[in-house]
């Protein structure tokens, strides 16, 4: 019986050697020493020596299953911007289907939708659903294909299995990645429990397994207190099929309920009282809100205020075209909302009373003046006619008069980073938001300032982009910033900590130079 030497070469030229170790050996995986292999004559067993030891190929660490899902996924993410707020998409068709939540578009027919390349499109809302709150958009002037996510099976969901959604948190932070784990199953309302961090804006994003499929559309969370960190539910990846596949049969349609008609308001100074709750119009984010009416004229001067102790009152004020002018969280003193603003053009108002937080109900009051006379003037004239009404008005008695505003000062807050803070997703760092009203043309300077925390400080403008940061360096107790307002409109301003375990007393102040 004759012994051969088998070489690198000849072994792949050898049709008795398995496809397995050819491809060992093209990789160079297998290391030989003379003699490498070693067969005798007429048998089929192979000797390696050695043979190294070869990591499975699917072993991955957590950080490469990471990257590698948002890089799979992330291209078929988009960011949806309707009429009352913002949302998230997964496009699941190249030629432009985008799958959603219903109330991300409720009371839109048209919505415009940003993908990941920053490039818009018009989107035509064409098919929703209450139950399930589904919704899709077709995109309009696609020229070529688009990038699309693959939807998973509902059967192969476990509990305990990695969870990864991608979204648009608070409308400002498009492409976040979040993780964690399927933490239950609800069969009887086809909803995934995942503690992955969700937030308002990820309505209608992807949550996705480690193959980067879809195996949910994020919907709500569920909290028992008034920060936005709870429960994520997400509809399950079989109704989801089922949604598109009748959607694609022309079984389900555009049937977006019109937003109820205004409530008309007299701006008098006297404070209405009013209820939110569950059976009230919902935003994007699911939060409820109450619109409200009133005419107006170029040049007039407005203040209105929305105060509560059961909720966190958020104001929003559109114009007759339907654009948005001014919005406010907390100017009015503690988290109570205020609009102090000059009236852009002539026509019909609508004022959206709203919660920051979803899911909140509570009583709230709505008061507010119109008029010729100075904001700070009126404001007077509103806190006193506040005072006077105080106990007349049900449900009133934690009205506070208004102050007036005090010269050259636009905000002034002293908080802390805590307990009642927001969470950036993206660090865990804390952070608190606050608005006011500019006029472009304004210089303003603005400062925060903490000794317990090195403060981070971003100003964004009223269509939500960066205007500038300020890193709090090299000082680390200070991060101020002076610019030139662009436009006028709402401007938001972010309290946030450099580092994410920073938290502590802050003051804040908006300083209007000229």
Known sequence: MSIRIITKETALQ??????????????????????????SGGISAIAIIPLTTIAPVNAQSDEEINIRV??????????????????????????GLVLTNA?????SSIVTVILSDKRQFRGVVIANSRNPDLAMIRLEGVTESLPTIQIGSSGAIQVGQRAFAIGNPFGRFAGTLTTGIISRIDRDRQKLQTDAALNPGNSGGPLLNSRAELV????????????????????????????????????????????????VITLNGIPLAFTLGATDNTLPDGSYYKAYEFQGQ?????????????????????????????????????????????????GK???????????????FTLAGLLGNSP?????????????????????????????????????????????QSRVFARDGSLFDAFSF????????????????????????????????????????KNASMTLQLPVTGTYRTIVNAYDRNGKGSYQLIVKRLR
Request: a negative charge; charged letters at 15%; aromatic letters at 6%.
């Open 14 to 39: 050898d049709g008795s050697v398995k496809e397995g170790i050819k491809k060992l050996i093209t990789k160079g995986l297998v290391n030989f020493v003379v003699p490498s292999l070693v067969l």
């Open 70 to 95: 948002y890089k799979l996924a992330s291209p078929a993410v988009v960011s949806i911007q309707s009429q009352l707020g913002n949302g998230s998409g997964s496009i699941v068709d190249p030629q």
């Open 103 to 107: 109330h991300v578009v409720r009371g």
């Open 216 to 263: 949910g559309v994020n919907t709500e969370i569920f909290t028992t207190n008034s920060t936005n960190s709870g429960i994520g539910l997400a509809i399950e990846a079989d109704t989801v099929k089922q949604f598109i596949a009748e959607v694609r049969q022309g079984k389900i349609g555009n049937n977006i309920a019109p937003i109820n008609s205004p409530k």
């Open 298 to 346: 170029a040049g007039q001067s407005l203040v209105i205020e929305m105060r509560s102790n059961e909720i966190d009152p958020y104001l929003v004020l559109f114009d007759a075209n339907g654009r948005k002018v001014a919005e406010d969280d907390d100017s009015g003193g503690g988290k109570d909302a205020r609009i102090s603003i000059t009236l852009p053009s002539t």
């Open 349 to 363: 108002y609508t004022l959206y009373a709203n919660s920051y937080e979803v899911g909140q109900v509570g009583r």
């Open 375 to 419: 904001n700070n003037q009126l404001g007077n004239q509103l806190g006193n006619q506040q005072g006077n009404q105080q106990g007349n008005q049900q449900g009133n008695n934690f009205i506070a008069p208004l102050q007036s505003d005090n010269l050259g000062i636009l905000l002034q807050k002293n908080g802390v980073l805590g307990s």
């Open 437 to 476: 009203n500019g006029q472009a043309g304004q210089v303003v300077s603005i400062e925060l300032v903490s000794s317990d925390f090195h403060p981070y400080l971003v100003l964004f403008s009223p269509d939500s982009k960066v205007l500038q940061e300020n890193d709090g360096l090299p000082s680390r």
